[in-house]
């Protein structure tokens, strides 16, 4: 809506309404107390208490705006008021930055608002894409100076949403290394509640995700919204309740360290924020963004492609190793079924531990005395593809890029930089720095031996300083910086297409919309235990589709946190991800190498489902159970083909209860007028195979307690760390 001072306010966001004349109803104005009003005598209008598109800071309202401009005097004040708007078919790209995409235009329509402050001659146009089929809109913002002068952007937010309201919970995905995205919720509350990250990387301690919830909504029911935003630095996600209970929603850059000079004729592109909205509860919202992020942000040759099923070597060999080891390792594993050897770290330079060699991209002929393309033949030659760890954005200072290119670090001169991880930063925001990396990693993918890359990125960015720069361009430095990642992303997946790119970042650092779109997949957590798998990746799927979370089996006891899991249970977790191995197979037992080939065979009969079909979370492990189980003892998750015959289930159980009563497993998503059967995987089939009808399936479910007469009640189940899968067939 068009306000009386030419600004646009917000009338609603919620569930469809039936079009009418007008809606100028839901915009409530009174007159509040010291007020600050644009109108000579109208006490009644002030922006302070109006729901806004887009509020700016100076125009009257009091409350966190998301733009705040700063002019050559020192002004802070913007009035950006309707110009014009444009209604078209499709979505455009948006340059440097990756987005939701379209590959029809009728698949969604865009509306683009033209304002303008005519005293800045700055315009700013607010777009927004809306999809036909998918409940969620699509937001950016970009600013154009008109101008002879310069302007500064010191907060440049991508989104706001005014809700009249403040019945709300908020859930955040949160964590540390080695427990990313575990799911926090909690009722707000009046002042400001904060998601961020200011490590130059999206991070491990928080994602720029977070869902508005109302109290009674749960995985089924309920209503609810999810922002996300398709960015991997840097990020702001606030919540502000004001004292009349409005709840302002706001996502974008983080203000904090960023001052974007915006010179005469120049623009500036916010990153896109995306809103989904449901009334269905929280899978509903989930499945959304799966759809959106796995179709249209996921693009490429491997997005609706199979991956591989790989070997890594890194828990089997970490930097010690030589080409004999590997080959023997990967002999073993093109045996058992095993697609792709990805060797990690430790093959360049002189890298025997991780004090040098960063940015020297060429093989150590010590431990591959034929270089990279010689291994790759001889892996290619067992009938494997090949694969290779980099981590591109980091330089140690024991290297021959260091002492070539000292400037090319980012730090500050005269301080002795800080290190992490015995490494340091690269300066992507410099063209040169970019193009060296594009030529390195481009020399050894163009032998056309390397099928997949690893992308990591092992530590944050401080010390942020770009070297024989101006001081007017420092506070551009970590979003430029991201740019240039996304600029080598660009070149390197445009000339290489068909090769598979994972990203990764000390795990899951830098798990993000913005790295899906040139990666569509992605480490989810270094951490491999299966126990701690079930929490990330559960509380990962709140907002990313399981085609996009790299899951592995690894060895035990767990290097990590030393746990011994089953195989089974480490494989029924992993089954629900990219699936892969981290391990020494040489080092297993004729027996476990039975089951990893019945394993990968499982896997490869059914990753159709696993990447396409629609997820379900049934059992929270962040919860207590129905029946008092406590927090964290089970979970279950599913997986429905399209078409509602086929399904996978997997129950964990963690702590095994002593004399529990019956234990009834839900069903969610099938046809409830479909007959199944029901198939419990550990046995062959027909054994433990029985039929149920889909309502049966959903509204009772079947007891996999230890005691009981339901028929998968089983004594074998006795244990912690136990899994069950279930494969459920339309009859």
Known sequence: ???????????????????????????????????????????????????????????????????????????????????????????????????????????????????????????????????????????????????????????????????????????????????????????????????????????????????????????????????????????????????????????????????????????????????????????ALSQALHTLLRTRLAHGYWRDRPRPILLNSWESTYMQFDEAKLLSIASKAHELGIDLFVLDDGWFGHRDNATSSLGDWVADRRKLPDGIEGLASKINALGMQFGLWFEPEMISKDSHLYRAHPDWMIRVPGREPLQGRNQYVLDLSKTDVVNYLFEAMSAILSSGKVSYVKWDMNRSITDVFSQGRPREFQGELLHRQILGMYALYERLTSTFPKVLFESCASGGARFDPGMLYYAPQGWVSDDTDAVERVKIQFGTSYAYPISSMGSHVSAVPNHQIMRVTPLKTRADVAYFGTFGYELDVNAMSDDEQRQVRDQIAFMKAHRGLIDTGTFWRLISPFEESEVGLQQGSEAAWMVVSADRRHALVGYYRMIMPLNEGYRLLKLAGLDPTTTYSVHDTQFPLPALQFTYGGDELMSHGFDISDTGFGPFTTDMYQGDYLSRLFEINAL
């Open 1 to 283: 809506m068009i306000l009386p001072n030419g600004q646009l306010g917000q009338l609603y966001f919620g569930a469809p309404l039936a079009d009418r004349d007008g809606f100028e109803h839901m915009l409530v104005a009174a007159h509040r107390d010291m007020a600050p009003c644009p109108f000579e005598g109208n006490g009644d209008f002030s922006m302070e208490d109006i729901k806004q598109e887009y509020p700016v800071n100076g125009n009257g309202d009091l409350r966190n705006v998301a733009c705040v401009i700063e002019t050559p005097d020192g002004a802070r004040n913007a009035d950006f008021r309707y110009v014009s708007h444009e209604i078209h078919s499709g979505k455009p790209k948006l340059a440097g930055l990756p987005a939701t995409y379209v590959e029809h235009d009728d698949e969604a329509e865009t509306l683009a608002i033209t304002l303008r402050d005519d005293l800045l001659r700055l315009r700013l146009i607010l777009s927004y894409t809306i999809y036909r089929d998918l409940p969620v809109i699509t937001r950016n913002v970009q600013f154009i100076n008109d101008g002879n002068s310069s302007v500064i952007l010191q907060r440049a937010l991508s989104t706001n949403l005014d809700l009249p309201d403040a019945n709300w919970d908020m859930m955040e995905f949160t964590g540390a290394w080695g427990r990313e995205r575990h799911p926090q919720t909690f009722r707000i509350h009046t002042g400001v509640q904060e998601i961020y990250s200011l490590r130059g990387h999206s991070s491990h301690q928080f994602n720029p995700f977070l869902v508005l919830k109302r109290p009674h909504t749960d995985e089924f029911q309920g209503e609810a919204i999810g922002t996300a935003l398709v960015y991997s630095g840097n990020f702001l996600g606030s919540v502000e309740v004001d004292n009349y209970h409005v709840t302002r929603l706001m996502m974008g850059i983080h203000p904090q360290g960023f001052a974007w000079t915006l010179a005469p004729g120049e623009a500036f592109q916010t990153p896109e924020a995306i809103t989904v909205y449901t009334c269905d509860g929280l899978n």
